[in-house]
């Protein structure tokens, strides 16, 4: 079989499949991406540049069409490349929010192309309007009307489309939901999984902490307001006065990766700091960035409780990670976190506006870590049950695929 993937960060969420794809007698696997250092043996990489343009010259409410459509024609130039090479994917499946699989069928009308339909944004009742302290630059519902002309154009030129959560794919319109199936990527839970034995080395002081400590972790890509950076970092003065042990890893650089960007010259780390920074014992709070996925898995290992907060927004791969990890989760009561976690079953639900209530979660279950054995077997058993790579979601995926080749129409 020939499998065409498309994604601008290679190898995105589809790193899974992709593995399991180049393992397979007779398989042949080629990648659409910008340019990036990711290597996967057995994967043919094929690049387009970046579209760096600043200042089109076009309506305001335009511009992210207008990438994406710069990003269309550049994905069908090297799909018209591969064509005139002889190469004929079975299958095409790709990202479709940026515009790279909106021309593909031109290139290639009769192979069928499985897209990728991850967040449909609405003027209001989303994430849009959630947080008040943040005003999103797409309050204006216009605007957010304007941005959604890729989804349905992306919608119109696939045969059928995914989404990570039930919850994401609700937000599509009704008669989208028709051809959009509900299907996690999946996580590898033989490899993310509870080692009690675990050891996890700090950065910069090199301290050393293990399941015996105290540690409080937090992770997320960028230290952000969709992600709840700034009610945790509120939590920490109370937790951190009342909890004298306790020590606060915080995995995430400095960037942005959803909403609003902090001002200029700043970050959201700095602006949270100046903010709670002087009622902080600074020796036990640990910013360590980014983090190797071997180490990261580590800290999540070592974990006494982890927290995750999010506006109702994609739900991150950490928070399964960290079920899988067998972690006492403390969790914001929003969408989609909801569609995994049953609060006291297998984690502790928390208002995401609530500094308070979330060090009190923290503290309990800290207080209480006896207790907590079986949140933790809880978070496991959803890990495993519902998000196994191997055993659950894989089988999935391929199946998915095979409908598609053979011209079925999937469940």
């Not at 020939?2 to 969420?13: D, G, K």
Request: hydrophobic fraction near 40%.
């Amino acid at each position: 079989m020939n499998y065409l993937f498309i994604h601008q960060n290679f190898p995105a969420q589809y790193l899974h499949v992709i593995r399991h794809l180049v393992k397979q007698p007779g398989n042949q696997v080629y990648f659409i991406t910008q340019p990036n250092d990711n290597y996967i043996g057995g994967v043919c990489k094929v690049t387009y540049p970046k579209d760096e343009r600043d200042n089109l010259n076009c309506h305001a409410y335009s511009v992210e069409f207008d990438h994406a459509v710069h990003a269309a024609a550049a994905v069908a130039g090297v799909c018209r490349d591969l064509r005139n090479q002889g190469f004929r994917p079975d299958l095409i499946i790709g990202h479709s929010g940026w515009g790279e699989t909106l021309f593909v069928k031109d290139v290639f009308p009769d192979v069928p192309l499985l897209a990728n339909f991850e967040f449909y944004y609405h003027a209001s009742g989303v994430d849009v309007g959630f947080d008040p302290e943040f005003v999103s630059t797409f309050q204006d519902p216009s605007r957010l009307r304007a941005r959604n002309a890729t989804n349905l154009l992306a919608f119109e030129a696939a045969d059928w489309g995914h989404s990570a959560t039930q919850w994401q794919r609700s937000l599509y319109p009704p008669e989208m939901r028709s051809r959009i199936t509900a299907i996690h990527e999946g996580v590898d839970t033989d490899i993310a999984k509870p080692k009690r034995s675990a050891i996890f080395k700090l950065p910069i002081s090199g301290r050393s902490l293990s399941c015996r400590d105290e540690v409080v972790t937090y992770v997320a890509r960028n230290l952000e307001p969709y992600r709840g950076f700034h009610s945790f970092m509120r939590a920490l003065p109370q937790l951190l006065r009342r909890r004298k042990k306790a020590q606060v890893v915080i995995v995430g650089a400095d960037g942005v990766s959803y909403g609003t960007p902090a001002p200029p010259q700043s970050t959201f780390r700095e602006m949270m700091m100046q903010e709670v920074g002087g009622k902080l014992d600074l020796t036990r709070v640990h910013f360590v960035g980014r983090l190797e996925y071997k180490d990261y898995l580590t800290l999540l290992q070592v974990s006494s409780v982890h927290v995750y907060l999010t506006y109702p927004f994609v739900l991150s791969w950490s928070f399964i990670e960290a079920m899988a990890c067998g972690c006492v989760l403390v969790a914001s009561d929003t969408a989609p976190v909801l569609e995994l976690l049953e609060d006291g079953v297998n984690g502790l639900a928390v208002d995401f506006f609530s500094p308070r209530t979330i060090a009190n979660r923290i503290e309990t279950a800290l207080e209480k870590s006896a207790d907590m054995q079986k949140l933790r077997a809880g978070a496991r058993k959803t890990a495993v049950e519902r998000f196994d790579l191997q055993k659950v979601l894989l089988p999935r995926w391929l199946g998915l695929f095979d409908d598609l080749v053979s011209g079925r129409r999937p469940a």
